[in-house]
Every structure is written in C-alpha cells, then in structure tokens.
C-alpha cells in the first residue's frame, strides 16, 4: 500500500510542478494553464495513455486537472459506439455533469459564507 501512496505523491507532485512552471517560466495565464492540463488528459485518454497512467498512479493522475480532460474524452468515446455521433456530445455532460455540478454548488455556498472579492 505505501508504494501506491508514494507514486500518487510523486505524479500528482509532477502534475503540479508542470503547471507552476507553466506559470512561472512561461508567464502563462491560469485560463491557458488550465486548458493546456485538460486538453493534454484529453490527448492522453484519445490515444489510451491516460487509464493506464492513473491505474499506475492512482489519485496522482485521477485529481488533478488533467483527469478532467480524461473524463470528456472517455465518455464522448464511450457513448460515441453506442449512439454514434449524437453520443460524442451526451457523453461529455453525462460523465462529468456530477463534477461539475459539485464544482457550481460548492462555489456558490462557498460564496455565501465567505467574502468574495472581484
């Protein structure tokens, strides 16, 4: 169990150091980091390096950004053999719509109890 722990670190503290160096070295915005992480999990997941990178990495390849984009591929591509080209976009929203529902009502509760700014 501890190696499992250990290569979890590891790749989600790679992950990581990719998107700072993004930011610091490339004097990228947090919108073109962003999009950069999720379009790289989508590459990944296309050419099915992305399923066997998380099995080995765990929680390291399954929080980060990068999953996301993993996430809209993998259930456009699902959905895509069973219902053709209408499932490309069902499968997008019916993988990640509990993500990014969770993400839409925890930022708006969190924008209750705290004080945003801006």
Not at 49 to 78: C, K, R, W
Not at 79 to 107: N, P, Q
């Amino acid at each position: 169990m501890l190696p499992m722990f250990f290569w979890a670190f590891v790749i989600g503290g790679i992950i990581c150091v990719i998107g700072q160096l993004m930011f610091d070295v490339a004097k990228l915005t947090p919108a073109h980091t962003l999009t950069t992480l999720v379009v790289v999990g989508a590459i990944l997941d296309g050419f099915g390096l992305y399923e066997p990178f998380a099995d080995f990495a765990g929680a390291g390849a399954t929080i980060p950004i990068t999953s996301f984009g993993n996430a809209l591929v993998h259930g456009a591509m699902q959905e895509a053999e069973k219902h053709g080209i209408i499932g490309v976009l069902t499968g997008m929203f019916e993988v990640t719509s509990s993500g990014i529902s969770a993400a839409i009502i925890f930022g708006f509760i969190g924008a209750l109890i705290f004080k945003p700014k801006g």
